[in-house]
């Protein structure tokens, strides 16, 4: 078999680790999927169209560590630009790969399909470039292999998205084999210098302190310090927080686990401890008007230790040549105990139970879907309400919660589960996610089925944008109603010539008996998706959403200021 430029892309990413790759054909792409599928490193898995092939390679790098996606040259490459725009701002390095024109085509003053209809084909380039770390065109095999490498080494690094532009007649263009992988995985040198004088400063900062508190930030899973933060946890003996993006982040049954800090829409408790403490070590903190509650609960100032992925700021100086991962590690060492902000103590979230026969409600839905995370669950919250009721959520030691609160792209959970669901199928997949957001991507619900996937929906259908109600109300908010849970008979039909694809079940709740009724057969459905349609009153939702929405609201209708 004659090496490609397509076989030596899948060995690449095979090499870092990719078991699978998404994809969507078009006449652009076709060769070079067809050199994937020779190749043999990876299963080619196909979505229902490109936007959704960028959410679901999102989700599987939450889960992998990194993905790619392949698409055709512009209406498809631009389509999925969107799902890189949500890696980018929730730090995931998402390869998308798209099939390009001839490259005898470039310079010829040729006009082509799937173009704008210029001569010009660099106009994708040109936008991809904003919402990517790296971006490469391939008209040539000779240098595929650097470009290749520089391509999936900086996403790598830099825990971002990154794009690869191939020719659709140099895919299959004879090409060098890759050597090891160790050059694409190894990280930068540390400036040690300006790593101990944070450290100093840093250590002289926490030890005059009798109040210290952790506060956990959502770019701290791309800065690989998961099991460091717990370590500093562990010796500083001091209570530890979690922002909203961040929930389970860090281990809800750890001794110091306190709840999450969100301003005035904090866990009970919260706001006082993160306000009270003498010093605040914020561990990759993302602050957005969202996190900020409309820019009221900013934690910074003096007392604050701003560890970032690549800088410390502490006592009005900056450093920076490092790594958030070894900074924690070797401040771990310098400090020691502080167990004065363990006084608070921590008391979760405990939901009653309802009683069953009445209609159900947004908190006896909640209580029931926490009642089914376990430690191997990874749960899903969609822009909007879910995002409170995973909050109040307990979790039991090894649940994950996946959101997107900085890019916020309603829809964006189902091809995302999706994802994840193919990259982590020893775990359980538990949505949360309303009608209106449904309605953007529930095409890729057919794919759980194509692929026997065994992930419980959890479809909330109080008949509208309902976090837009709360935020800012007007017509706009409200949408055609579905039957959700009779979708899955349409998608049940299976492929021609395959299997018959009649695993998918949809299910009606709207009591809580029906509910737990639901959920016990969901789980017997072990060979396909299940999607439980929760009827709920529109009105019905967190006390949390409403007043964190007004402050949202408040922040959005800011009257222009003079210039």
Known sequence: MVFTVGHYLAERLTQIGLKHHFAVAGDYNLILLDQLIEHGGMKQIYDCNELNCSFAAEGYARANGAAAAIV??????????????????????????????NSNDHGSGRVLHHTIGTTDYNYQMEM??????????????????????????TALREKKPAYLEIACNVANAPCARPGPVSSLLAHLTPDTDSLNAALD???????????????????????????????????LGCAVTVMAAAKSFFPETHPGFRGVYWGEVSSPGVEDVVKSADVVITLAPVWNDYSSVGWRDLVRGERVLEVDPHRVTV???????????????????RVSSKPASLAAGYAPVKLPVADQAKPLTNDEMTRQINELVDGKTTLFAETGDSWFNAIRMNLPEGAKVESEMQWGHIGWSVPSMFGNAMGSPERQHVLMVGDGSFQLTAQEVAQMVRYELPVIIFLINNYGYVIEIKIHDGPYNYIQNWDYAALINCFNQGVPGEKSGKYGLGLHATTGAELAEAIEKAKKNTRGPTLIECKLDRTDCTETLVEWGKFVAAANSRKPTLS
């Open 72 to 101: 055709t040259f512009s209406v498809g490459a631009i389509s999925a630009m969107n799902g890189l725009g949500g890696a980018y701002a929730e730090n995931l390095p998402v390869i998308l790969i798209s099939g390009a024109p």
């Open 315 to 333: 006592a009005g100086k900056t450093f920076e040549g490092f790594r958030l991962k070894e900074f924690v590690t070797a401040l771990t060492e």
């Open 128 to 153: 991809v470039k904003h919402v990517t770390c790296a971006a490469e065109s391939i008209t040539s095999a000779d240098n595929a292999p650097e470009k290749i490498d520089h391509v999936i080494r």
């Open 201 to 235: 400063e840093s250590a002289a900062f926490v030890e005059k302190a009798n109040k210290v508190v952790i506060l956990v930030g959502s770019k701290l899973r791309a800065s690989e310090a998961l099991d460091e933060t717990i370590a500093l946890a562990d010796k």
